[in-house]
């Protein structure tokens, strides 16, 4: 349907201030070249109206008419209506409109040749009230008019739900309806009140229906209270119109019992207090990963998840949003300096797979997202679960990208170069059957799934900015095996957090050559897993033939083998929480640390906390492993992942023969560890480079035409097969069951029996008890 032209009909009776600011607000938010304003003074008797009116002689786009004896704002609305011959907004002149009105509300009204009339949220407008219904509403704090008016745009849910009655200070009324409907009844409702209402009813019975514009907002200073005379009239009219449509005082009040503009309230209220303050950030991050920081929500927390809490908790001028999904729903948090904030879940129709490079139901969520939170850069860290959708939207909307690689998830969705048999794929050749290979045995592929996924790697990395890794070892094998990001990958090592406790001051310090102890304590931390090289210490613990050592399991056995070992001198500790290491590691006074990955990690948490505690370790010779180790000289380096090559070394450092202890110790008390401080002015610097660069060339993309948030709620638990919406359906109506029931006289009765009159409930419950005794009987 096509959109028609419009004009803005403003029936004035004194108050020029408050004109003038409408009419200022109108010049700077209308298009006065497709539109027009057309103010009528009804005889206002304040000669500053005509005094300010004179001032806008030959303004384009504006007409003014002077009624010749005073008409009441029906009589005037009715005038304006006729004069127009195109469609036609009813506006207040204690209004104040907001940038891109009335293309919104047209967009709305055109969106269903069902809807006769259009009315936008307002701080003051009975059941259009925002941010408390039905109420005279303050701007809140830290907001202006247009600032909030931006604030319900871009977080708006978009539903338009359809409303009893159009609200009379802002109203959109099609051409059409007032040619098949009439005018208001002046003859009736005389000088006003009840007018619209009646329109409205007459427009229901014609087949139509009037809407509630939920994406636009319009300041109504005036206030809904009645007194005196004008509240003698509104009487008499609500006695006339109820008169007429018996129906109609009915649906009003079942629309304010029930609330079906419920959801729109919440969403507002919920990111009201704190969409403040994003005026006062430079910006709102999104964080992508696998999982959260602060809930085991797909697995439990790993070296990722701690690296992005680092990030988050120190990040002073930025929102930051993490969003996870586990394939059947994506799940958003919101934090500020590491203070959690709020939480949204957005269910999937069809879930997602390794396979779904492309998913359209995730895309248009993660769309809405960045839009409605007005993100300004994402930061991945993870795409497990998550399809390649992220970079692309990002890019079409000019939203910078920054990916840190933790692992090789860009080589294979098993992200750790392994095959099925845990051996390292890059160490010879035949790497793509190899890939293909663990693939099948992993997930029963038949094609050559890996061709694709590297094809569709390729085309989502081209959309990236910056990639990111840990370590150095880690960004050349990218570069090497994914030339294209030669140009755009740096490395920024993971910072830690320095404590007073680790200090290694409990902590023996080996003054003599060799080692003069009569045991010794060797752990092993993290998730043991094969991938962490779990058949490795399995071997280890089991063929080393010395017997004056406690090996230490510390950490999650995710490998059968370690779970059902038993030897005198082997001692598991179970799972720990980051903060607990440090107390574990120093009550088992532990001699080495022993981290066994069999393939090239991009930086390992748990080396760091070795070295935090003055304990050297013994690495595989592969990735950041190896070139940490190098670099700081704090512990030894297998000759190869063999495990008798391992034995063998080992056996070297416990018998003395290459035994350089204190050295060791001293390298490490010596380095200086990249705090966590350090790590996020980085990125920090990073995120303003990016952004900095980007403006130059980029335009950010307006949302003002783009949907947004479909589902925006705080958490609630799903079992039983049930939909959100079924949830919060049945919530709504046992909530109006309550409220029903305890409005009811017999409520009424029980709880003054229950409070005040006790005495009598008791003996209620005698009686009935003898009358049921005594009928059975």
Same mark, same amino acid.
């Given at each position: 349907m096509k959109v028609r032209s419009c004009d803005i009909i403003i029936p004035v009776y004194n108050a020029p201030e408050e004109l003038e600011e409408c009419v200022q607000s109108l010049f700077r938010y209308t298009n006065l070249k497709e539109?027009?304003?057309?103010?009528?003074?009804?005889?206002?008797?304040?000669?500053?109206?005509?005094?300010?009116l004179d001032t806008l002689d030959k303004q384009e786009g504006l007409i003014i008419l002077q009624n010749e004896e005073n008409l009441g704002f029906v009589g005037t609305v009715n005038r304006g209506m006729s004069f127009s011959q195109e469609d036609v907004v009813l506006l207040n002149s204690d209004t104040v409109v907001t940038a891109g009105w009335l293309e919104k509300i047209k967009e709305?009204?055109?969106?269903?040749?069902?809807?006769?009339?259009?009315?936008? /949220?307002?701080?003051?407008?009975?059941?259009?009230?925002?941010?408390?219904?039905?109420?005279?509403?303050?701007?809140p704090d830290g907001y202006t008019v247009e600032s909030l008016a931006h604030f319900i745009e871009n977080i708006s849910l978009k539903e338009y739900p359809e409303i009893p009655t159009a609200v009379g200070f802002c109203m959109y009324i099609k051409r059409v309806i007032i040619d098949e409907v009439g005018l208001f009844d002046q003859e009736t409702f005389?000088?006003?009140?009840?007018?619209?209402?009646?329109?409205?009813?007459?427009?229901?019975?014609?087949?139509?229906?009037?809407?509630?514009?939920?994406?636009?907002?319009?300041?109504?200073?005036?206030?809904?209270?009645?007194?005196?005379?004008?509240?003698?009239?509104?009487?008499?009219?609500?006695?006339?119109?109820?008169?007429?449509?018996?129906?109609?005082?009915?649906?009003?009040?079942?629309?304010?019992?029930?609330?079906p503009l419920k959801r729109i309230h919440e969403n507002i209220n919920i990111r009201l207090p704190h969409y403040v303050d994003s005026y006062k950030t430079r910006g709102n991050i999104l964080y992508v990963l696998h999982n959260f920081f602060d809930e085991s929500y797909t697995q439990p927390i790993g070296g990722t998840e701690y690296h992005v809490k680092d990030i988050v908790s120190e990040?002073?001028?930025? &929102?930051?949003?993490?969003?996870?999904?586990?394939?059947?729903?994506?799940?958003?948090?919101?934090?500020?300096?590491?203070?959690?904030?709020a939480k949204y879940h957005f269910p999937l129709r069809d879930s997602i797979s390794i396979q779904h490079f492309h998913h359209q139901e995730y895309s248009e969520i993660v769309e809405k997202i960045l839009g409605t939170f007005e993100i300004s850069l994402v930061h991945i860290h993870h795409l497990i679960r998550h399809s390649f959708d992220i970079p692309h939207i990002a890019h079409k909307l000019n939203i910078p990208v920054i990916f840190t690689l933790h692992d090789y998830y860009l080589f294979s969705p098993k992200v750790n170069l392994l095959d099925e048999n845990n051996k390292y794929i890059l160490e010879s050749g035949n790497e793509e059957e190899k890939f293909n290979s663990s693939l099948r045995a992993a997930y029963g592929f038949h094609t050559p799934f890996?061709?694709?996924?590297?094809?569709?790697?390729?085309?989502?990395?081209?959309?990236?900015?910056?990639?990111?890794?840990p370590c150095d070892f880690a960004k050349d094998l990218f570069i090497k095996h994914f030339p294209s990001l030669e140009s755009k990958i740096s490395t920024i090592e993971h910072g830690v957090t320095i404590e007073n406790n680790f200090t290694g001051s409990e902590i023996p310090y080996v003054k003599s050559e060799k080692k003069e102890i009569k045991e010794w304590n060797i752990g092993f931390l993290g998730g043991l897993a094969p991938n962490k090289g779990s058949d /490795?210490? &399995?071997?280890?613990?089991?063929?080393?033939?010395?017997?004056?050592?406690?090996?230490? $399991?510390?950490?999650?056995?995710?490998?059968?083998?370690?779970?059902?070992?038993?030897?005198?001198? /082997?001692?598991?500790?179970?799972? &720990?929480?980051?903060?607990?290491?440090?107390?574990?590691?120093?009550?088992?006074?532990?001699?080495?640390?022993c981290l066994l990955s069999p393939w090239p990690?991009?930086?390992?948490?748990?080396?760091?906390?070795?070295?935090l505690h003055d304990i050297p370790v013994l690495v595989t010779p592969m990735g950041a492993l190896k070139e940490r180790v190098e670099h700081v000289k704090g512990g030894w380096i297998t000759p190869s992942v063999d495990i008798e090559a391992i034995i063998e070394k080992l056996d070297e450092i416990i018998s003395g023969e290459v035994y350089e202890w204190n050295d060791m110790k001293n390298n490490i008390k010596k380095h200086e560890f990249k705090t966590k401080q350090d790590m996020v002015q980085q990125y920090v610097d990073l995120y303003s480079e990016i952004s900095f660069a980007g403006a130059e060339v980029r335009e950010?993309?307006?949302?003002?035409?783009?949907?947004?948030?479909?589902?925006?709620?705080?958490?609630?638990?799903?079992?039983?097969?049930?939909?959100?919406?079924?949830?919060?359906?049945?919530?709504?109506? $046992?909530?109006?069951?309550?409220?029903?029931?305890?409005?009811?006289?017999?409520?009424?009765?029980?709880?003054?029996?229950?409070?005040k009159e006790k005495w009598v409930l008791k003996f209620g419950k005698k009686t009935i008890y003898f009358l049921l005794k005594f009928k059975k009987i």
């Open positions: 539109n027009r304003v057309v103010i009528i003074n009804d005889c206002s008797p304040d000669p500053k109206v005509n005094e300010y709305v009204a055109y969106s269903d040749k069902s809807i006769a009339t259009v009315t936008p /949220l307002t701080n003051n407008g009975s059941i259009c009230s925002v941010p408390k219904f039905l109420e005279d509403n303050s701007i005389g000088k006003g009140y009840a007018e619209e209402n009646d329109f409205c009813c007459r427009v229901i019975e014609h087949g139509y229906k009037n809407v509630l514009d939920d994406h636009t907002f319009i300041y109504h200073k005036g206030s809904m209270s009645f007194k005196g005379d004008k509240l003698a009239l509104l009487n008499k009219n609500l006695k006339t119109l109820n008169a007429r449509y018996p129906y109609y005082d009915k649906s009003v009040h079942d629309f304010i019992v029930k609330n990040l002073e001028d930025y &929102y930051a949003f993490v969003l996870v999904t586990n394939g059947n729903e994506l799940v958003l948090k919101q934090y500020l300096k590491g203070d959690f904030i890996i061709k694709k996924w590297r094809e569709k790697v390729e085309d989502m990395s081209s959309k990236v900015d910056q990639f990111i890794t /490795l210490i &399995y071997k280890l613990i089991t063929k080393y033939p010395r017997n004056h050592i406690n090996w230490h $399991l510390v950490g999650g056995l995710g490998d059968q083998k370690l779970n059902l070992l038993n030897q005198n001198n /082997l001692h598991k500790h179970g799972e &720990y929480k980051r903060e607990e290491l440090s107390h574990i590691i120093k009550k088992l006074d532990l001699d080495l640390i990690e991009t930086f390992s948490y748990t080396l760091t906390e070795a070295w950010r993309v307006s949302f003002k035409n783009k949907d947004v948030l479909t589902s925006l709620r705080y958490y609630l638990p799903i079992d039983g097969g049930k939909s959100f919406n079924e949830y919060f359906n049945q919530i709504d109506e $046992l909530e109006q069951q309550i409220k029903a029931m305890k409005n009811s006289i017999g409520w009424k009765v029980l709880e003054r029996l229950r409070v």
